[in-house]
């Protein structure tokens, strides 16, 4: 059995940093696809980042360019998403997702790829 358990979410004032964590047990896949998405109450979930398990490919959606990083700890079977100069904008509930497949540029955001989730961790940017 798949389990992704989520850590790390809080509340911060912008400008602030936060890291996320997503600790996985039973995902043996060398070579799929891991990400985090974030749903703000009334939107649609949203693909953030995704790393390629086994290689250095890393994408990330245009909001949280150069201000996030999704980084793969494989000894700890860990996911994690540090997240500096937090905006107002961030404020969601951040899932972590993992996929048996490949990360593909152009659809890794999308939900339907995503075979495991986990149950989500609130972030809140707010002064």
């Known amino acids: 059995q798949v389990r992704l358990v989520e850590s790390g979410g809080g509340s911060v004032q912008p400008g602030g940093s936060l890291m996320l964590s997503c600790v996985t047990s039973?995902?043996?896949?060398?070579?799929?696809?891991m990400a985090w998405f974030r749903q703000a109450p009334r939107k649609e979930r949203e693909g953030v980042a995704a790393s390629w398990t086994g290689t250095t490919r890393t994408y990330y959606t245009d909001s949280v360019k150069g201000r996030f990083t999704i980084s793969q700890d494989n000894a700890k079977k860990t996911l994690y998403l540090h997240m500096n100069s937090l905006k107002p904008e961030d404020t969601a509930m951040y899932y972590c997702?993992?996929?048996?497949?490949?990360?593909?540029?152009?659809?890794?955001?999308?939900?339907?790829?995503?075979?495991?989730w986990g149950q989500g961790t609130q972030v809140t940017v707010s002064s």
């Open positions: 039973g995902y043996t896949s060398s070579s799929g696809c």
């Open positions: 997702a993992a996929s048996i497949e490949n990360c593909y540029s152009g659809s890794w955001w999308s939900r339907t790829r995503y075979n495991y």
